[in-house]
């Protein structure tokens, strides 16, 4: 049972990830936008390697293959992401400031969910390692 209930949980958790990789993708040009208006230097390319990396660790996660190296890409994307794109101390505008300490949080907490998957030994159960 235990082992069940953690493929689901790294199902939904690599899913959240998907979603995101294909926003990186399919929408690259409002993506390197958004990129640039944070001051990113080379936005384009940046999009493309944090969609790399999110698209990697996610399924890295989801199969169980090398999950450790798919943890670490997702700690390395989530934490300057958290700082870099979501600085709410930076915002003015109440509401601009409320919704990016809500990313910077929701990044955070993603961060620290992710750190928990590297305690876990290896290989993983139902994974295909």
């Known amino acids: 049972m235990t082992d069940a209930l953690f493929l689901i949980g790294r199902i ?12 990186h993708f399919l929408n690259l040009k409002a993506m390197t936008g958004y990129s640039r208006s944070k001051g990113v230097p080379m936005p384009a390319l940046a999009t493309l390697g944090t969609g790399a990396m999110m698209l ?3 399924l890295s996660i989801i199969t169980g293959l090398y999950p450790g190296v798919g943890a670490a890409l997702l700690v390395a994307f989530l934490v300057p992401t958290a700082f870099i794109m ?5 915002m003015s505008d109440p509401q601009a400031r409320a919704m990016e300490k809500i990313h910077f ?7 620290a969910s992710a750190l928990m998957f590297l305690a876990i030994p290896e ?4 994974s295909l390692a």
């Open 123 to 126: 290989p993983w159960a139902l």
């Open 86 to 90: 979501h600085n709410f101390w930076a």
């Open 56 to 58: 990697v660790g996610a």
């Open 105 to 111: 949080g929701k990044d955070l907490a993603l961060a």
């Open 12 to 23: 939904v958790f690599g899913l959240f990830f998907l979603h995101n990789v294909s926003n």
